[in-house]
C-alpha cells in the first residue's frame, strides 16, 4: 500500500510563496518518478513538474523560473518551491508518484492566489 501526504497548500497575496511537500509511504521502488500536477476550477489536470529518483526535471513550459522541484529520496519526498504566484496559479495541487506500470495519486492542497 502506498499513501502519499501532501502539506503546504493555503492561501497567498500575489507575488508570494508557497512551498508544498510531499511524503511517500509504503513500497516504493528504488526507480521511480515523483511529481505535481495541478487543477484549476474547470480545467484539465496539467503538470507542474516531476522529478526522477536519478535526479532527472522536468517541468511544463508555463511553470520554468517559478517553480522548482526537489526531492529527499532518502525520504521519499519531493518538494514544490512556487515563487512570484499568479492568481491563475489557483489550483488544487496533487502529488504524484510511478512507480514502473503504478500511479499513484495524493489527495491534493489547495493554493489559493489573492489579495
Known amino acids: 500500500q502506498v499513501q502519499l501526504v501532501e502539506s503546504g497548500g493555503g492561501l497567498v497575496q500575489p507575488g508570494g510563496s508557497l512551498r508544498l511537500s510531499c511524503a511517500a509511504s509504503?513500497?516504493?521502488?528504488?526507480?521511480?518518478?515523483m511529481g505535481w500536477y495541478r487543477q484549476a476550477p474547470g480545467k484539465q489536470r496539467e503538470l507542474v513538474a516531476h522529478?526522477?529518483?536519478?535526479?532527472?526535471?522536468n517541468y511544463a513550459d508555463s511553470m520554468k523560473g517559478r517553480f522548482t522541484i526537489s526531492r529527499d529520496s532518502a525520504k521519499n519526498t519531493v518538494y514544490l518551491q512556487m515563487n512570484s504566484l499568479k492568481a491563475e496559479d489557483t489550483a488544487v495541487y496533487y502529488c504524484n508518484l510511478q512507480m514502473s506500470v503504478y500511479n499513484y495519486w495524493g489527495q491534493g492542497t489547495q493554493v489559493t492566489v489573492s489579495s
Open positions: 509504503g513500497s516504493i521502488f528504488s526507480f521511480n518518478i
Open positions: 522529478i526522477s529518483s536519478s535526479g532527472g526535471i
